[in-house]
């Protein structure tokens, strides 16, 4: 069982560059987020989808775009990318709805731009 | 604004004695509450909860009290292993709502053996 899987795990950009990060989950969840770690400001979430099809805007959603069109694929881009940008991200999917459970989190990809 | 504060960044203990972080939260809303431990280059991993209507949860080594007039809660892991040494985070979230997790910026604990 993979669990949540994210692809590429590192990548250097260049300033201006557009990339795409692919989070894939097979637990069947219905949610799924994007996160960014940065140091010292802990996790912050920046788009999200609660279903297939379906997205909304976090805390820090400037700068990135995503699409949720297979309920097991979350896809981050990033249109034009900025040093500002350099950060780990996280992908996590949930079960979501009423049930209280935790959220299971892929291993992150480290983005570097310059 | 934020949200979940984790006011230490950082705790060392001695292998065998009690760790405790904390974690303080604004929001009122909240009625679920989750650590999650992660190690460098990995990702957070689920490590215990607690819905807002009990004021204890235990699982093993670790215990969460939850303290709802004070807007607090607390991770104890006893006894503290070498092992344990990792980033901690406090998440919260609002039932109903959009599931959103909100994090605390994280305690890196350590223990010395």
């Known amino acids: 069982n993979a669990g949540v899987t994210q692809t590429p795990k590192f990548r250097v950009l260049k300033t201006g560059q557009s990339m795409t990060l692919l989070c894939a989950q097979d637990?069947?969840?219905?949610?799924m987020y994007w996160y960014r770690q940065d140091p010292g400001m802990g996790l912050r979430l920046i788009h999200y989808?609660?279903?297939?099809?379906?997205?909304a805007k976090g805390e820090v959603p400037d700068g990135y775009n995503v699409s949720r069109l297979k309920k097991q694929n979350f896809l981050l881009g990033l249109e034009s990318a900025a040093p500002s940008q350099t950060s780990v991200y996280f992908c996590a999917s949930s079960w979501g709805g009423l049930m209280n459970t935790e959220a299971f989190f892929g291993q992150g990809t480290r983005l570097t731009v310059v | 604004d934020q949200q979940v504060k984790q006011n230490s960044p950082s705790l060392s203990v001695q292998e065998g004695r009690i760790s405790i972080l904390n974690c303080d939260y604004t929001?009122?809303?909240?009625?679920?509450f989750l650590w999650y431990k992660k190690y460098p280059a990995e990702g957070p991993t689920f490590l215990i909860s607690i819905s807002s209507i009990k004021d204890k949860n235990e699982d093993g080594r670790f215990t969460v009290f939850l303290n709802k007039s004070a807007k607090h809660l607390s991770l104890h892991i006893v006894p503290s292993q070498p092992g344990d040494s990792a980033v901690y985070f406090c998440a919260a979230k609002r039932q109903g709502g959009s599931e959103k997790l909100v994090f605390g910026k994280g305690t890196k604990l350590t223990v010395n053996p």
């Open positions: 989808s609660v279903g297939e099809g379906t997205t």
């Open positions: 637990m069947n969840h219905e949610y």
């Open positions: 929001n009122s809303m909240f009625d679920y």
